[in-house]
């Protein structure tokens, strides 16, 4: 078996979504003077690589507490998108995926995460679903899609739309994922586990894609 690490490093002064607080990772112990180390982390629940779940929008949705490991986890494909001619993601792109079999995850290849690390990475118009292509990915009865930009929805957008479409869905997000193209296109398991917090919102994960 072979582990694809498909997570960026969580560090303090990180690029985060605007508005968002930086994370500030700050060692509290350290071993040459208490004997172990020790380190204090104070962050956002969507910093860095991490997924959203239905709490992330609807007050009446179950927190991360509420959802299984097997929420996320599973067989996944990968959709190239790094040709795509316009900054749109939309049914005809991801048509293939109607003659995949089994398939959990979907994890959108956009070739974004080239910029993380510079002002383009969040300013950027980086590709997005339209409403029909989260439609589409919502019909095809998975439990998330992945993506290696910030959102399926533009950084302006305030209602959103891809997100509660998906989440109507029952699907849950993974935003932020890097190295995608070190992954075949499918046959698979894609794995995305958050923390359990209670009434999570969000967290940030550590993905993998692993190969047999």
């Known amino acids: 078996m072979q582990t694809i690490d498909l997570t960026h490093t969580i560090h303090t002064g990180m690029p985060v979504f605007p508005g968002d607080q930086s994370p500030n990772l700050r060692r509290t112990h350290f071993v040459n003077r208490d004997g172990f180390a020790q380190t204090a982390v104070a962050m956002s629940s969507h910093t860095g690589t991490h997924v959203d779940c239905a709490a992330h929008l609807f007050a009446d949705a179950p927190g991360l507490d509420w959802l299984g490991p097997d929420n996320f986890t599973g067989w996944a494909a990968v959709v190239d998108l ?18 995949i079999d089994g398939l959990d995850f979907v994890l959108l290849r956009t ?7 510079t002002d383009l990475y969040y300013q950027g118009e980086f ?14 009865g998975l439990k998330g899609i992945g993506l ?15 997100h509660h479409i998906l989440f109507d869905h029952g699907l849950v997000i993974v935003e932020n994922l890097t190295n995608l193209g070190e992954l075949p296109l499918q046959d698979f ?13 969000g967290c940030p994960v550590r993905a993998v894609g692993m190969t047999f």
Request: aromatic share 6%; proline share 13%; charged share 25%.
């Open 82 to 99: 790094t040709s795509l001619p316009a900054p749109r993601i939309d049914q005809p792109d991801l048509a293939r995926l109607a003659d």
């Open 111 to 117: 070739g974004w995460d080239r910029h993380w690390k």
């Open 127 to 140: 590709p997005v679903l339209t409403e029909t292509g989260a439609r589409f990915l919502g019909g095809l």
């Open 148 to 162: 290696d930009t910030p959102s399926p929805d533009p950084v302006r957008s305030h209602e959103l739309p891809a």
């Open 189 to 201: 398991v894609f794995s995305c586990l958050p923390l359990r917090l209670k009434d999570g919102d």
